[in-house]
């Protein structure tokens, strides 16, 4: 079992900078990647970003790519997304995920991840 927790969530204004955390415990040795998703209000969870123990390169999607930087501690305890020149439209409780699957490339769907967290709110507004 993994446990993940998420913290760092807040109110930020328009073009302002936050930075959420994904703290793990248990089996964590079994993790191949991770990843942040986020479900706004009334639309599916989508994929933001994903990272793995060196696999390949950390993953974004093209809404987040040139603003969003994921990243991890060596132990794979701790990972972070850190976001920049926010926008209203990023407001949304952010996710992290665990997947156990064997993968040379970066996996952007949900299914593929065993583990969650419970949610961090992120809300973009002044």
């Known amino acids: 079992q993994v446990q993940l927790v998420e913290s760092g969530g807040g109110l930020v204004q328009p073009g302002g900078s936050l930075t959420v955390s994904c703290a793990t415990s248990?089996?964590?040795?079994?993790?191949?990647?991770m990843a942040w998703f986020r479900q706004a209000p009334g639309k599916d969870r989508q994929f933001v970003a994903s990272i793995s123990r060196g696999a390949y390169h950390p993953a974004y999607a093209v809404s987040v790519a040139d603003r969003f930087t994921v990243s991890r501690d060596s132990g794979y305890t701790t990972i972070y997304l850190q976001m920049n020149n926010l926008k209203p439209e990023d407001t949304a409780v952010y996710y992290c995920a665990a997947s156990l699957v064997h993968s040379l490339v970066a996996l952007p769907g949900e299914g593929d991840y065993a583990y969650w967290g419970q949610g961090t709110q992120v809300t973009v507004s002044s």
């Open positions: 248990g089996h964590t040795f079994s993790i191949q990647s």
